[in-house]
Structure formats: C-alpha cells, structure tokens
C-alpha cells in the first residue's frame, strides 16, 4: 500500500512540474509547504529531500518552502503585494505565450509591459485540456524513473512522437544499437548525454514485445 501511494505522489508531482513547464511562467515558483512529522508519509525523507532539490537544480524552479498553512498564506500575501506594487503603474499589453518567452523581461523605468493574458496562461496550466500526441508521450516518458522533464523535452525535440521513436528503433540494425540509440541526446542546461543506462531502460520499454523483467 505504501509502495503504491508513493508512485501515486511521485506521479502527481511529475504531472504538476509538467503542467508549470507548460503554462509559460518565465519564473516558477514550487511551494512545498512542510506537514509535521515525516516519519508517517508514504516516501522515506531522504527522497522528498532529492525531489526538491532536483524541482530546483535540474528544472530551474524556484522552490519556496513553509512551515504551515499560515506561512504559506503570509507568503502568498507578500507576493501578492509585491505584483501590485511591481505592476499597479504599468500599462499591460497582453501576447501571446510564444510571444512572451521571445521577449526582453520588465524594466524597471518602463511604463508598459507585455504579457500573455490569464486565459492562456489558464489553458496551458489545466489538468484536464484535451492533449496533443506529443504531451502524453512527454507524460509517458516522465513515468520512468530518471526522466525529468527536461530529459523529456530533450527526447521530444528528435522524437516527438511513440511513432518517430519506434521507427528509429526499427531502423537500427541490433539491440546494442536500439540500446545506445538515446545515450547521446543532450539535456538541461549543461547540455549532458542522456546516458547509457537510461537509453537501455527506455529501449527496453519500447523494444521489448513481452512484459519487462
């Protein structure tokens, strides 16, 4: 049973990163609010404690932790203040979120800005939008273990479709091939490999015609 919500919460954790990737956020902003003792959740610490670590390192969010609801509340309220005050005086011009990522962030001295309009930001941020092929597979993909979602985005740019990949697959002439096939993709911002171990993980995945051992 425990076995079984830890991949419940690790899943949902997965999908929320996802979904802040999506929605075009420049900056954003995790909120991991503490719950008392550890010492009952279905994860060991050690493993919160890398999952944090990795929300912050590896996909570049900023990981704001609280002790409390009320702290989480008063840190809302701060940010709060601070949009009012950083935007209460512009004049906002809505684009749109590709529009958006292309641009300079706001100046100071500038008396206008330009962002994408909350509807948008809505639409990419919502749970159940109907998805393309392209983001289940990015959702597939992070099911397994070691696939953040900027290994993800990585693999999607040479395959962004099941399909694209299983031809790859089909075309390489051995199973040391198919196995090597991902180890050299570049992910994150320090543009390392994919690796091999990871490679031969998800060539077994997608390779192997009976259940995995």
Sequence with gaps: MADLCGSII???FREQKFRLH???LRHP???LEEYGSVQHLSLPESTLQQAAASTQV??????????DLRESATYLTIMTRHLNSLYGN?????CTK???QDRSPLQPSSDSC?????QEFNEGAVKNKAQTVREVFARQLMQVSGVSGEKAAAILERYNTPASLLAAYSACPDAASRDKLLSTIKCGKLQRNLGPAL???LSQLYCSPGPLS
């Design 90 to 94: 512009k004049t906002l011009v809505s």
């Design 98 to 100: 590709e529009e958006s």
């Design 199 to 201: 490679s031969r993980t």
């Design 29 to 31: 902003i995790y909120l």
């Design 22 to 24: 999506r929605c075009g």
């Design 114 to 118: 330009t962002l994408m309009t909350f």
């Design 58 to 67: 590896v996909d570049g969010f900023f990981v704001k932790r609280t002790r």
């Design 10 to 12: 690790d899943r949902r």
